[in-house]
């Protein structure tokens, strides 16, 4: 794996109102009839029974978080913690999928936030809260924390029974770390401060009493365009002056599908349970 050289103090100084998880997030509201809808797309894409494929046909296909949230066998009442979630535009989304037992914590946030549709999202580390959870989420989180072991214990300490963790993190030694070299775009120091391999999760999961059951690559075309822009020295506000052809946006996404289907793409998804 790799790691930064120093943990710089302060931390909560990178982490400010520009950063794009600290963004206010949209609340929709949902009609009666769609609220009703949502709620059995969602049981549906949880397995619980099969929708006919007219009324799927209608809502459109599957979103990319019930991917996230099947292999754990949750209902719509399981307990749910995002952790490092920012200002809670996922749990906002799954609040209008019906899921109603939901939490957020990220210790980066000025204070803690009451979303009209019930959704709290507390200014809180993950050693500060006292309640247990069905899943723990965290989305590119692990590797902005400064103690890998210290939370991985806590997310152990910090499951119901038969619960389990869900990382998606940026993986080095991918194609496009090899690639790009300095300018892969996951380095993101000194935010990033650990960057796993697969093979380092694994002994890190390992050594805290966890499997993972299963992983998939979920790497996007947008993560090999920006290597190219760093490579020109072009911050992402200013992409949209400097368009790359459609060719290739194109080859990217062919790209990128081969590298997540082979586990070689630069972000990951791996499913935990206690072993």
């Not at 949502?38 to 459109?60: C, D, I, Q």
């Not at 507390?122 to 210290?150: K, T, W």
């Not at 300095?182 to 960057?195: C, G, I, N, S, T």
């Not at 694994?202 to 075309?221: C, E, Q, S, V, Y």
Request: net charge positive; hydrophobic share 40%.
């Amino acid at each position: 794996m790799l790691w930064i050289e120093r943990i710089p103090e302060a931390l909560e100084r990178y982490y400010g109102q520009g950063y794009y998880s600290q963004q206010p997030p949209i609340e929709k509201i949902s009609t009666p009839p769609m609220t009703w809808l949502k709620k059995a797309r969602a049981r549906h894409h949880l397995g619980e029974f099969t929708l006919p494929g007219r009324v799927m046909s209608m809502l459109g296909r599957q979103p990319t978080h019930f991917q996230w949230l099947r292999p754990f066998g949750l209902s719509l009442s399981s307990a749910i913690l995002d952790l490092g979630c920012g200002t809670g535009a996922l749990l906002l989304k799954l609040r209008r999928e019906g899921f109603s037992n939901l939490l957020g914590a990220d210790p980066f946030l000025p204070k803690t936030l009451h979303h009209p549709s019930g959704v709290t999202i507390r200014a809180e580390a993950l050693e500060q809260i006292p309640e247990h959870f069905d899943l723990i989420m965290l989305h590119h989180v692990l590797e902005h924390m400064p103690d890998q072991h210290a939370t991985m214990q806590q997310l152990r300490d910090h499951l119901n029974p038969g619960g389990g963790i869900l990382i998606r993190i940026p993986v080095a030694q991918s194609y496009a770390h090899r690639r790009f070299g300095v300018h892969w775009m996951a380095w993101d120091a000194p935010r990033h401060l650990y960057l796993h391999t697969v093979t380092s999760l694994h002994l890190l999961a390992k050594g805290h009493g966890f499997t993972i059951f299963a992983m998939h690559g979920d790497a996007r075309p947008e993560n090999l365009l920006g290597c190219l822009y760093a490579q020109r020295d072009i911050a992402q506000p200013d992409w949209g002056r400097h368009p790359y052809p459609p060719e290739t946006h194109a080859a990217f996404r062919t790209l990128t599908l081969r590298l997540n289907a082979t586990l070689d793409g630069d972000t990951a998804c791996f499913f935990l349970r206690p072993s």
